[in-house]
Nanobody
């Protein structure tokens, strides 16, 4: 059974930093691209960032470009999202998801395995 678990969320002041982590078990971690998504209250879930299986290709939503960095350690089977210069608009539940289909990085239908999410709250 595939399990995806996020951690690292919390409450931070605007301008601060957090690092999210994601682990995935029950599959060969290094074989899959992985994405970070987020959902703010009253809003649809949106793509935040993507990294391909070997970590050489990364993509970011315009809203986080230059502030967030996605990375992975396949030996540790762990994905990271370093979030700097956080803004209140970054407040959301953050989800890690394993991409199993081919296509656009932020097409959520291409991701079969999702974690339960970790809450990030940025105070002004």
């Amino acid at each position: 059974k595939v399990q995806v678990v996020e951690s690292g969320g919390g409450l931070v002041q605007a301008g601060g930093s957090l690092r999210l982590s994601c682990t995935a078990s029950g599959l060969t971690f290094a074989d899959y691209a992985i994405g970070w998504f987020r959902q703010a209250p009253g809003k649809e879930r949106e793509g935040v960032s993507y990294i391909n299986s070997d970590g050489r290709v990364t993509i970011y939503a315009d809203s986080v470009k230059g502030r967030f960095t996605i990375s992975r350690d396949n030996a540790k089977k762990t994905l990271y999202l370093q979030m700097n210069s956080l803004k209140p608009d970054d407040t959301a539940m953050y989800y890690c998801a394993v991409k199993t289909g081919s296509g656009t990085w932020n097409d959520q239908n291409l991701y079969d395995y999702w974690g339960q999410g970790t809450q990030v709250t940025v105070s002004s």
